[in-house]
């Protein structure tokens, strides 16, 4: 019997469009002009992080993504008051709580989900009541999934950094170990209930990589593609990592494909 493998969505992070633009200031380039041509080639949602401090992704923009996206906005935000008000004004499609420190330059690890105790669960509820999708951004560790399923999270999103970061270090070795932490943490998670996402510094050979894992519904990437839009374009990096996807998950499953 043929096994069915579902679909696997790419969501397309536009923060790092924003990045530059405040680099000069002004108005360009616009992240909403990125994420119509990110559509345009093959993504099936846009995700942005509304950071506290503002450094790329404003406010404004997050008003005209949600008033002129015509596929689901993910909005990425750290598990604050201010944070959950504003999603529960916007209404997207969904909300991604990740932990966020002022001095770090991207998000360098999973949310203590655990440690996050009632506070955090009872925004994980107020955002589900108000229609919108909760992701929790969460290492491979089964207890913090185990808690994600408690709370009601609907989705969990597996950080992937430290196994990429293992194999741009050429620790074979150890990358191995990690990417098995991962396959085994999205099958407890499916287990679970919970939908499975991944991201966080992959690009074109680490997604057709984890493409492979059956249950991965969604990848969400930023910063690699915003960097190969430099020199090849934002739709031709989308239609690539998009192709790259495909492969890997015909490669894994060629009986499904």
């Given at each position: 019997?043929?096994?069915i ?15 530059v ?10 992240p ?20 506290e ?14 008033e ?14 201010e ?16 932990p ?33 999708r909760?992701s ?39 990358a ?21 996402h ?19 519904r969604?990848?969400?990437?930023g ?19 998009r192709?790259?996807?495909?492969h890997?998950?015909a490669?894994?499953h060629?009986a499904?494909?």
């Open positions: 019997m043929t096994r493998v579902p679909p696997l969505r790419l969501g397309v992070n536009i923060d790092h469009v924003a990045t633009r405040n680099a000069r200031g002004g108005a360009l380039p616009d909403v002009r990125a994420a119509q041509l990110a559509c345009a080639a093959g993504a099936d949602g846009i995700t942005a992080h509304l950071r401090d503002r450094r790329h992704i404003r406010d404004a923009d997050m008003r005209r993504l949600r002129t996206l015509l596929v689901p906005l993910n909005f990425e935000m750290a598990a604050t008051e944070m959950v008000a504003l999603a529960l004004e916007l209404r997207p499609h969904a909300c991604c709580l990740v966020e420190r002022r001095e770090e330059r991207t998000t360098e690890g999973g949310l203590d989900v655990i440690g996050g105790g009632i506070d955090l669960a009872r925004k994980v509820e107020r955002l589900a009541k108000a229609g919108i909760v929790l951004f969460v290492a491979p560790d089964e207890d913090q999934i185990a808690r994600a399923a408690d709370i009601g999270a609907a989705v969990i999103e597996l950080h992937t950094g430290a196994w990429c970061d293992l194999l741009t270090e050429g620790k074979a070795t150890e191995a170990t990690e990417f098995g932490r991962l396959v085994e943490a999205a099958g407890q998670g499916t287990r679970f209930g919970l939908e499975i991944a991201g966080h510094g992959l690009d074109y050979r680490t997604a057709e990589t984890i493409a492979g894992v059956t249950e991965v969604e990848l969400n990437i910063h690699f593609l915003i960097g190969e839009a430099i020199f090849d374009g934002l739709e031709a990096a989308v239609r690539r990592m192709e790259a996807m495909a890997g998950r490669v894994a060629p499904a494909a």
